[in-house]
């Protein structure tokens, strides 16, 4: 399912987000680079001590397939048991929304989608078997309101992020290409003038956490650009 998932998502020009551990986080960044897309991989330790070490490889694989490899740990720091939490928190923090395929009831999967409701972002979950260590943090998160999503397309939709384009009417450059259909709507609604986030909001009726994640990646696509005043130009 973590393969379907990543997959489908990487297919529609998602960034897949996860932390490089073993099991599902592999899982994840593989089936991201063999559908084509990008991932980006949040690391317990700094640059220099990729963890585990068996996941090296993959991680020169995400860096050439055009992801990145992100730490907030100085390069040589070690891998850490307190780092872990600090690393899930800025997983939920880079991303739209989290889904959940499987964790026990002291699962670092828990922590990634608490940070993501404190941090007013979506948590969804895989249903699974509830009879199951494995399930726990599943049956919890569903319990507590969590969103249950069965591929991508739920989790596209879920986020209003659809990956067909709204219509011919833009004029896209080579780096507009791959955007989803909440980017085309912005620069649609940017055209050849500028707008401000509140502004956005009213014309998107995204959320505010929403919004500036989705600004903030188009703005590190190079598709628009950030102007005086709080606003936003197509770049």
Known sequence: MTRRVAAGLAEAGVIVVSGLARGIDT??????????????????????????????????????????????????????????????????????????????????????????????????????????????????????????????EDVLEHLGLQSTPLGGSLNLTNEEEGATVAEYKILELLGSNSLTIEELIGETGYNLPHLLSLLSYMEGKGSIVPVAGQGYARS
């Open 27 to 152: 899982a994840a960044h593989e089936a991201a680079l063999d559908a084509g897309g990008i991932t980006w991989a949040v690391l317990g330790s700094g640059l220099k001590r990729i963890y585990p070490s068996e996941n090296a490889k993959l991680a020169q694989r995400i860096v050439a397939g055009g992801g990145a490899i992100l730490s907030q740990f100085e390069p040589a720091v070690g891998p850490s048991r307190h780092h872990f939490p600090m690393r899930n928190k800025i997983v939920s923090g880079l991303c739209l929304g989290v889904v959940v395929v499987e964790g026990t009831g002291q699962s670092g999967s828990l922590i990634t989608a608490r940070s993501a409701a404190d941090q007013s972002r979506e948590v969804m979950c895989v249903p699974g078997p509830v009879d199951t260590p494995s399930g726990e943090a599943v049956y919890r998160l569903l319990r507590d309101g969590a969103t249950p999503v069965r591929n991508a």
